[in-house]
């Protein structure tokens, strides 16, 4: 007689697929103005200053500060240095009219802002009265006090937002070395399934899990081949894992994981490699299934809407981002009131469905079941709770936010 297994922490199925992650190790340089959503490869050093030259952080007047020590300075204006022009060196007694950005001239070393001044003419002369005492250094960027030359502004590994592309692009990167997009396969098995368009016969239901999980692979910057809809027999699964491992990095099906007569891919993957079939401590989400299929990976996922979506935020999208060279792959939570109560405590870890209100606490979608899908839409995060545990109205829980699941 056959011992029922112990399930797996959700803990414990996140570091074993880590550990077995094999990152691609192919890359490409692409334009730095295409590189959103990429993975760098390589870290990148900036080869100059930033800003590269002493700079003026308001418009106003370049000034030596020992002119200004009465706080009722009248200075002959000896020019005018707009941005992207360099001025000539600032004669004792005067001032320079300038603008926000442009470079400090020689000799001055200070800046006060055109509020704290009074342009005047006296005689046909440009002046201007400095109604300030300004301090050396004022309202001016020094050179490099952003970035050195010779420091490293990204890592390998970071997955390149518009803030890291401004970065790049301040340093002059005009290219970057990315790794090359992974290359995921996706397939639906049930011929219950049926594509949003058609009739829906007797006992059919629409298949929202290719939408989901397809969406949530072009999040990730995936290059995806999508399989459709798979019939349950066991030929054609086999069929479509042996051409899908050929191409692609990473396999991912919904549906046909657990042990029934009419769930053909444990059959069929043992067949064509290797699987591991878990049962995970987690509602929703119980069945995962993780193996290999030639030289590509391959993940399971419940068929239920909402466990795949859990499932793939916890488990598929660290597995891919661990793929693409990303070393930190914990999602930031946070610790919140909860407005609610959730007396009866289960045995398995469970991510709640909540969203944020105005209070700053959390509200609950009131039914948790693993078909609602109406629950990832309506909510904006969920509650880690841990197994065992009960949720008193008023307590606090940890919160992970969708935006964090999501990037």
């Known amino acids: 007689m056959n011992e029922k297994k112990p399930m797996l922490s959700v803990a414990d199925a996140l570091d074993t697929l880590l550990a077995a992650v094999r990152p691609v190790a192919d890359t490409e340089t692409v334009p730095t103005l295409s590189a959103h959503g990429r993975v760098l490869a390589r870290a990148q050093v900036s080869q100059l200053h930033v800003p590269p030259m002493d700079n003026t952080q308001m418009d106003g007047y370049a000034v030596r500060a020992a002119d200004c020590a009465d706080g009722n300075a009248r200075l002959r204006v000896s020019q005018r240095i707009p941005a992207g022009h360099v001025g000539q060196a600032l004669e004792p007694g005067s001032a320079a009219r300038i603008f926000t950005g442009a470079m400090i001239p020689a000799g001055a070393d200070a800046v006060v802002m055109q509020e704290q001044c009074t342009p005047e003419q006296v005689d046909g002369i ?127 099906t919904s549906g046909g994981v657990s042990v029934g007569e009419e769930d053909h891919i444990k059959p069929a993957v043992e067949a064509e490699g290797r699987l591991n079939m878990w049962q995970i401590a987690v509602k929703p989400g119980k069945p995962l299934a993780f193996g290999e299929v030639g030289s590509a990976f391959f993940l399971g996922l419940p068929g239920n809407p909402v466990a795949s979506f859990v499932t793939f935020l916890l488990f598929v999208r660290p597995f891919i981002l661990r793929m693409q060279g990303v070393a930190n792959v914990t999602p930031l939570s946070y610790q919140l009131r909860a407005d609610f109560a959730w007396p009866k405590p289960d045995r398995r870890n469970e991510f709640l469905r909540a969203r944020m209100n105005q209070d700053g606490g959390l509200d609950l979608f009131a039914n948790q079941s693993s078909g609602v899908l109406t629950s990832t839409v309506w909510g904006d995060g969920l509650i880690d709770l841990a197994p065992g545990k009960a949720i008193a109205a008023g307590e606090t829980v940890r919160f992970i936010p969708f935006a964090e699941l999501m990037s």
């Not at 006090?145 to 790049?168: K, M, N, V």
């Not at 070395?177 to 290359?183: A, D, G, N």
């Not at 929202?208 to 949530?216: A, E, K, P, Q």
């Not at 692979?217 to 054609?236: K, N």
Request: overall charge neutral; some cysteine; hydrophobic content about 40%.
């Open 126 to 252: 440009d002046t201007v009265v400095i109604r300030h005492v300004p301090a050396s250094g004022e309202w001016i960027r020094r050179q490099g006090e952003d970035i050195r030359a010779g420091a490293t502004i990204l890592p390998a590994g970071t997955r390149l937002r518009g803030q890291e592309l401004g970065l790049a692009a301040s340093v002059g990167l005009a290219n970057l070395p990315v790794v090359r997009k992974l290359r995921v396969a996706v397939f639906f098995t049930g011929d219950e399934l049926a594509m949003p368009g058609e009739p829906l016969k007797p006992g059919a239901i629409y298949n929202s899990n290719r939408f989901t999980l397809t969406g949530l692979l072009q999040g990730m910057g995936c290059e995806i081949t999508d399989y459709g809809i798979v019939p349950d027999q066991l030929d054609a699964t086999r069929d479509t894992l042996r051409r899908a491992a050929r191409e692609h990095d990473l396999i991912i």
